[in-house]
T-cell receptor, first 113, second 115 residues
Framework: AQSVSQHNHHVILSEAASLELGCNYS??????LFWYVQYPGQHLQLLLK??????LVKGIKGFEAEFIKSKFSFNLRKPSVQWSDTAEYFC???????????FGTGTRLKVLA | EAGVTQFPSHSVIEKGQTVTLRCDPI?????LYWYRRVMGKEIKFLLH????????ESGMPNNRFLAERTGGTYSTLKVQPAELEDSGVYFC?????????????FGEGSRLTVL
């Protein structure tokens, strides 16, 4: 069965620090990959997605993620975080042709002003 | 366009009681999903509707959980009788007709606390 691992459960950074959140999945075939974010008091929303093509994808609010197939990874990055990036971040995978999304346990990011 | 709405936002019940959660998807979204997050764990798939039909209910924990989507519009998820381990946040999501090509649109979740 597919699974998603997010190794960092809690991350605390100061503003302007660089961010990298790890995501690894277990599935040998083709996958669609996603990062979702949940800001305090809000619903989960899509940050970025990868289906095919350029393995470096750019999302909203300056976030990007790189798909490394050989490492089964889809790490999320941002060069310089802001206080408003404080949120919980979820990595998810979907097998093309299916409806089910598999989510990781989430990473809670706190950015100190 | 109105988003996915869920009701109630928070429910506190005693073990053995019944709770019904409701989800109104985005209009025109045939696909409706229920997910659950137990504290600190992953967001786990419960089931998926296409219109009023259950396509995949492989994630439903047991027969105390019953989901319906009469008429293919809103959906309800009933837990009867509730147990302590049912506590968590229940998320509803919807997506456009056909296979997902990107985004699932989520509601804010219904937090269930079973005492």
């Amino acid at each position: 069965a597919q699974s998603v691992s997010q190794h960092n459960h809690h991350v605390i950074l100061s503003e302007a620090a660089s961010l990298e959140l790890g995501c690894n999945y277990s599935y040998g075939g083709t996958v669609n990959l996603f990062w979702y974010v949940q800001y305090p008091g809000q619903h989960l929303q899509l940050l970025l997605k990868y289906f095919s093509g350029d393995p470096l994808v750019k999302g909203i609010k300056g976030f990007e993620a790189e798909f490394i197939k050989s490492k089964f990874s889809f790490n999320l990055r941002k060069p310089s975080v802001q206080w408003s990036d404080t949120a919980e971040y979820f990595c998810a995978v979907n097998v093309p042709g299916t409806y089910k999304y598999i989510f990781g346990t989430g990473t809670r990011l706190k950015v100190l002003a | 366009e109105a988003g996915v709405t869920q009701f109630p936002s928070h429910s506190v019940i005693e073990k053995g009681q019944t709770v019904t959660l409701r989800c109104d998807p985005i209009s025109g979204h045939d696909n409706l999903y229920w997910y659950r997050r137990v504290m600190g764990k992953e967001i786990k798939f419960l089931l998926h509707f296409v219109k009023e039909s259950k396509q995949d209910e492989s994630g439903m924990p047991n027969n105390r959980f019953l989901a319906e989507r009469t008429g293919g519009t809103y959906s309800t998820l009933k837990v009867q009788p509730a147990e302590l381990e049912d506590s968590g946040v229940y998320f509803c999501a919807s997506s456009r007709p056909g296979l997902p090509t990107g985004e699932l649109f989520f509601g804010e979740g219904s937090r269930l606390t079973v005492l």
